[in-house]
């Protein structure tokens, strides 16, 4: 049918929709779990275990066709209202999704070949069986027909059913099917999965005589009578891949119509026109209507006939179904067009994209240093507008990788619930700012150190619901998460209305771990920040969850990596929020070019407050200066890196700041702003402390970025070993 | 010619091209596999903390790649670049990961294309030729000498460098 290679294409885009539609499963899920009775969930769940189930097996992924039939058919008794979905219910089919997700990444491509766990998945179909009340076994030959007929074979009819309550299906193959390269019987063997083949007759009329005939056109048609419970939808996805080459009509069983009919006049009120309609009932499949329509178009000249007559006349849907849903539309408006207009791109191509464009700053930088030396004005304003334009492909190539939080956001919610179930507290999720926009590889670097703080919110911030009544606060806990943009940086927040973080515990503690001198004097924000150092805990017993030490070390060396901070407001007894600063992408800057000798250095924009020039000296590498009668703690760069500095000249002070701390970096020159494009300087440096990266100036020379945390933070630490109690030195600098 | 190819022909079965080098009076060769291209030494970006050995980095057409002083790193004094100085561009995985790293070798000259037959590779001796053993891995023996064959993983061992940087910048 296929050579290997497209095969395993398609077999990887199955995977990638596979999990996609376990994503959306467990959202659905989630809502249900809030809103047990929202119909439109237990539909959408429906519609992704049934997707997914018959994507697998046009596959011929037999596992995970049969481990998610069991969840089709329990979400199928949901939907019809037989059965509600109870909180342990919920809690196992997340888990059944796991196992799912699980499969889709055992999956080998190549080979198509599925190993799974039989033994977790039977313990997890057993532990449904129980929770539905019906024993696996009976469960299957109640709800699985498809199986069940297959199995059987033509021995034995369905139990209560024969060729009248049967689905009929008429097929139409075009005569390039086999040049394709299908192979018809194969789906109507597929077909057979989905329920019995009561009858099959083959219609040849096409086939001309013998002489005309070419072996490699087909000249097949079918019809079929089908009994099954599956949907029309279902049974047209058997032909998904064959749609653009044969005709289908698919008609639903007698027996059934009158409840489709039905159906279609329970629908509640909405704007739908009569195709919605048709397809919301399951009468009509999305790809026959959009058949209807071009029909429609095709016959309508100057008068259009409606599209119910052409579905009719086309035998699409039966004439009943019509007028039912004719009458259902009365009220129908038209809705605006919101197709998606989205492309998929593999991510490396952006990635790719973005390098070059990062080459295109560079030189277009070159360019202009170029023009400037030259001197021609002609030159130098052709120059300066290639770079605006490049400035702007720039920011447009940045925003492509930028991808909204919400995802990640929304992953939470399944941590939310298992954790605070796992420890018995009542929690509730909020997410705010769901939409704002992040570079995807700052948010795939990103989700650890959010699930750590998540967790820690709950199992240390978030109090038990006796001691929240006791404390006159609502039972239910509130875990809220934010992200917003603030100047050129974004924000993330993780806060909770737990008791807060207790200072003197964490004081206690880090001296017992010896990581501060008893007798240090740290302001409360220095006291929290303990807690990101390795191997602190506060928790007295070690949970599953958090209490091991580690994890807030993990979190701050993750946003460090990102070149972001952290810093923590709690306030006792009312809650904790911790807060994340990130640059918005990792690629490209906005950075401040400064010298010390021949050397450049990159410190970037966000950082700079403002530049002074230095009127006094510093004593040693490290000290303070006086900045309008506050102390700033500054630190020599030249002194620092041991580089020799240029004698003549004044030097300048950059005032940085981060979060709430701030520092003067003393530097010899001033070079003003610069596009920075960000390249890394690889392992043999991973372990340099003060200095995250490098660039490439538009003369060719590189420059190095200052890791301004790392610096701020050897600052301190000399700063505290020199000065035991700091004494501001008015006298250091004038005015 | 003869320079490029002094061994006769017909007796390469499984000999292993190298590069060969001058660092200070010394011949030092690298399996030619792991040499990308040759530069003339250049503008070198001095990177603060770092041991002396580790001279900085360059801009390679674009990309940033570290360079390594070889005559610092064998523990001689800091190269003064000449005439002949070189940057040999090599190219390896340094910590099985499988991302494959450029790094620049500052070295005084290059020589030639050497084709080495393993036959004709001694064991390092124990002392005596200036450089840590564990850096040598094996002696090439011909009309005009010996050359030493370099173990480069061990002249860039990811371990010794942290521990150098550490004490640095500690220092």
């Known amino acids: 049918m296929f050579n290997d290679e497209q095969w395993s294409q398609l077999l990887r885009g199955f995977i990638e929709e596979g999990r996609d539609l376990a994503k959306q499963a467990e959202e659905y899920l989630l809502v249900l779990d809030q809103e047990p009775d929202d119909e439109q969930a237990v539909h959408g769940l429906f519609r992704a275990m049934h997707t997914l189930k018959g994507s697998a097996g046009l596959f011929t992924l037999t596992p995970l066709v049969n481990f998610t039939h069991h969840l089709e058919s329990l979400l199928s008794t949901v939907r019809d209202g037989e059965r509600r979905l109870t909180a342990p219910l919920i809690s196992l089919m997340l888990r059944c999704l796991d196992e799912i997700a699980s499969m889709l990444d055992l999956i080998d491509p190549d080979s198509g070949e599925l190993p799974v766990d039989e033994a977790h998945q039977a313990q997890l179909l057993d532990a449904l069986a129980e929770q539905t009340g019906a024993p696996r076994a009976i469960a299957h030959e109640a709800d699985d027909a498809a199986e069940d007929c297959a199995r059987r074979g033509t021995l034995e009819r369905c139990v209560g059913c024969d060729a009248a309550g049967a689905w009929h299906i008429s097929l139409r193959f075009h005569p390039d099917l086999l040049r394709n390269g299908f192979d018809p019987a194969s789906f109507v063997r597929y077909l057979g999965r989905l329920g019995e083949i009561l009858h099959l007759e083959t219609l040849a009329e096409q086939m001309p005589d013998l002489v005309e005939m070419d072996p490699e056109s087909c000249y097949l048609g079918l019809e079929i009578a089908l009994c099954s419970s599956a949907s029309k939808a279902e049974i047209e996805d058997v032909f998904e891949f064959i749609r653009d080459f044969c005709t289908l009509r698919i008609l639903p069983p007698d027996s059934a119509l009158d409840d489709y009919l039905k159906l279609i006049q329970d629908l509640p009120e909405t704007d739908e026109r009569i195709g919605s309609i048709l397809i919301a009932s399951g009468l009509l499949t999305e790809h026959e209507l959009a058949e209807g329509l071009a029909l429609q178009a095709e016959v309508g000249d100057g008068l259009k006939s409606p599209l119910g007559s052409v579905l009719v006349e086309a035998g699409m849907v039966p004439p009943k179904a019509v007028n039912a849903a004719l009458a259902k539309q009365q009220s129908a408006r038209e809705r605006p067009n919101r197709e998606s207009s989205q492309i998929r791109v593999a991510a490396n191509k952006l990635d790719e994209l973005i390098n070059l464009v990062g080459e295109l700053v560079i030189s277009a930088a070159g360019a202009q240093l170029q023009a400037q030396l030259q001197g021609s004005a002609d030159c130098i304003e052709s120059s300066q507008t290639v770079n605006q334009h490049v400035e702007a492909i720039r920011e447009a190539a940045l925003k492509l990788r930028m991808i909204e939080i919400g995802d990640t956001f929304n992953r939470f919610h399944r941590v939310v619930r298992d954790v605070s179930q796992q420890l018995g507290k009542q929690i509730r999720l909020d997410i705010q700012g769901a939409d704002t926009e992040l570079d995807r590889s700052v948010i795939d670097k990103l989700a650890d150190p959010l699930t750590h703080l998540v967790r820690n919110a709950i199992d240390h911030g978030i109090e038990s619901a006796e001691q929240r009544l006791a404390a006159g606060k609502p039972a239910e806990g509130r875990l809220s998460l934010n992200a917003f943009h603030d100047s050129g940086m974004i924000v993330i927040e993780v806060s909770d209305d737990g008791r807060g973080l207790n200072t003197a515990r964490i004081r206690e503690k880090a001296i017992e771990r010896g990581l501060i001198d008893p007798q240090a004097t740290l302001s409360e924000a220095d006291t929290h920040m303990l807690i990101f150092a390795a191997g602190f805990s506060t928790a007295d017993a070690v949970s599953d969850l958090s209490g091991r030490g580690v994890g807030m070390d993990v979190v701050r060396s993750a946003i460090d990596a990102l070149r972001g901070s952290i810093e923590i407001e709690s306030r006792p007894g009312l809650g904790c929020t911790f807060r994340i600063r990130l640059p918005l992408t990792l690629a490209i800057i906005d950075g401040f070019l400064v010298s010390l000798g021949d050397e450049h250095f990159v410190i970037p924009l966000e950082l700079v407050t403002e530049c002074l020039e230095l009127d006094a000296r510093l004593d040693s590498r490290y000290g303070y200066l006086n900045l309008r009668g506050k102390p700033l703690p500054c630190i020599d760069l030249a002194a620092h890196f041991e580089l020799p500095s240029s004698a003549q000249g004044r030097r300048n002070i950059l005032v940085v700041s981060l979060g709430r701390h701030q520092a003067g970096l003393i530097v010899d020159r001033l070079h003003g702003e610069l596009q920075t494009v960000i390249k890394p300087l690889g392992l043999l440096f991973q372990h340099l402390q003060g200095i995250s990266g490098s660039t490439i100036l538009g003369s060719g020379q590189i420059a190095l970025i200052l890791d301004v945390a790392s610096l701020l933070r050897q600052l301190q630490q000399h700063i505290d070993h020199e000065f035991r109690s700091p004494q501001p030195r008015p006298d250091l600098m004038g005015s | ?171």
Not at chain 2, 24 to 38: C, D, G, K, S, T
Request: glycine share 8%; aromatic share 6%.
């Open chain 2, 1 to 171: 010619m003869n320079a490029i190819n002094p061994v006769p022909g017909d007796a390469l079965e499984d000999s292993v091209q190298h590069l060969s080098f001058r660092v200070r009076q010394a011949r030092y060769a690298l399996p030619i596999e792991l040499v990308r291209e040759i530069i003339e030494y250049g503008q070198v970006t001095a990177v603060p903390m770092m041991p002396s050995f580790i001279h900085g980095v360059i801009n390679l057409r674009g990309n940033v790649v570290p360079v390594l002083d070889l005559a610092a790193r064998f523990g001689f004094e800091l190269t003064t670049p000449g005439k002949r100085t070189c940057i040999v561009i090599i190219e390896l995985e340094l910590d099985g990961n499988g991302q494959a790293q450029r790094i620049g070798l500052v070295v005084d000259a290059v020589d030639a294309v050497l084709d080495i037959d393993p036959r004709d590779v001694e064991q390092a001796p124990p002392f005596g030729t200036g450089i840590r053993t564990d850096f040598i891995a094996g002696m090439a023996r011909d009309e005009s000498g010996f050359t030493i064959i370099l173990d480069v993983r061990r002249v860039l061992s990811l371990d010794d460098i942290r521990q150098l940087s550490l004490m640095q910048q500690a220092g």
